[in-house]
C-alpha cells in the first residue's frame, strides 16, 4: 500500500536556471522529473519546493516547477526584504506561500529583517516565515519568533542541545519540519515523538529530495521509521494532514 504524502519540503535544482555556488558547492540537477520518479512509490498529494541556497533570489526556477508540477504545489521563496508589493503579489498568484530565512547556509534575506519582513508578507499574501537554522540559535530570536503570526522550522532544528529551545516554541504555537534525518543530530523517534506531544498539528513531514550535502540522503524506510513511532492518526497528521491545513486550507480559508 502506498503511503499518502504531501511532502513538505523537496528542492528542484534545474540547470537550465541560475545557480549559485554556496560555500563552494554546486549541486548536481534534480529536476521536477527526476523528483516525480523519486516518489513514485509514495502516493502524493502535493509539496512545498523550496529555494535553496543555492537558487539565493532567483524566482523563475521556482515558477517553472510549480508549473510543472501542478496546482498541488506550493513554493517556499527566498527574496530581498525590499521586494516590491506587487512582486510578491505576483508571486502568490503562481503559487508561492512562504519566505525561507536560511540561516544556516545563506543564499537569503538575513535574520536582522525577519520580524519586519515576515511580518509584511504575511500582512500582505498571507505568507509564513520558514528558518533554517540550528536550534542552538534559537533562544537568541525566541523573542521575535514568538510575535511573528506563523512559522516554520526546517529539520527538527538540527540539533540536540537546541531541541529544547525548539520544543519550547512548537508550544507557542510554531510548526517543525520533520525532514532531513541524515542532517540532523537528534534521535529522530524521540524527538517526533516529543514535538508531537506538545503539539499534535505541528509536525510535517517531506522527503528533503534530493537531500543535497546531507550526510545521508532522504530513503522511503524514513516514512516507515515514522509510522513505527507514532499511532495511525497522528501519524496521517504528520504525513499529509497537517501540511496540507498549512499551505493549502490556511490560504483558502483567507482568500
Known amino acids: 500500500m502506498k503511503r499518502i504524502l504531501f511532502d513538505a519540503h523537496l528542492h528542484i535544482i534545474d540547470p537550465q536556471f541560475p545557480l549559485i555556488e554556496n560555500q563552494g558547492f554546486l549541486p548536481e540537477p534534480f529536476t521536477c522529473e527526476d ?7 509514495v502516493d502524493i498529494r502535493g509539496g512545498a519546493v523550496v529555494s535553496g541556497s543555492f537558487q539565493g533570489f532567483d524566482q523563475s526556477y521556482l515558477i517553472h516547477s510549480l508549473q510543472t508540477l501542478g496546482s498541488d504545489f506550493v513554493g517556499v521563496t527566498q527574496l530581498p526584504y525590499d521586494t516590491p508589493d506587487e512582486d510578491i503579489l505576483e508571486l502568490h498568484g503562481h503559487g508561492v506561500r512562504a519566505i525561507r530565512f536560511n ?18 508578507v504575511h500582512e500582505l499574501a498571507g505568507w509564513h516565515a520558514e528558518l533554517y537554522i540550528d536550534s542552538s540559535s534559537l533562544p537568541e530570536i525566541a523573542s521575535v519568533i514568538e510575535n511573528l503570526p506563523a ?9 540536540r542541545a537546541g531541541f529544547p529551545h525548539l520544543l519550547h516554541l512548537v508550544d507557542k504555537g510554531i510548526r517543525v519540519k520533520a525532514t532531513g534525518f541524515g542532517r540532523v543530530e537528534l534521535n529522530v523517534p524521540e524527538a517526533i515523538q516529543a514535538i ?3 503539539s499534535p498539528d505541528a509536525l510535517m513531514f517531506g522527503t528533503d529530495l534530493p537531500s543535497t550535502r546531507a550526510r545521508r540522503p532522504y530513503h522511503h524506510d524514513d516514512i516507515e521509521l515514522i509510522h513505527h513511532t507514532l499511532e495511525q492518526e497522528q501519524f496521517d497528521k504528520v504525513m499529509y494532514k497537517n501540511a496540507i491545513d498549512w499551505y493549502v486550507n490556511r490560504h483558502a480559508a483567507q482568500e
Not at 523528483?35 to 512509490?41: H, P, S
Not at 540561516?103 to 509584511?120: M, N, W
Not at 512559522?151 to 540539533?159: E, P, R
Open 35 to 41: 523528483y516525480l520518479d523519486k516518489v513514485k512509490e
Open 151 to 159: 512559522v516554520v522550522v526546517d529539520h527538527m532544528g538540527l540539533s
Open 196 to 198: 508531537c506531544a506538545v
Open 103 to 120: 540561516v544556516q547556509r545563506g543564499g537569503s534575506e538575513t535574520l536582522s529583517r525577519l520580524d519586519y519582513f515576515a511580518k509584511r
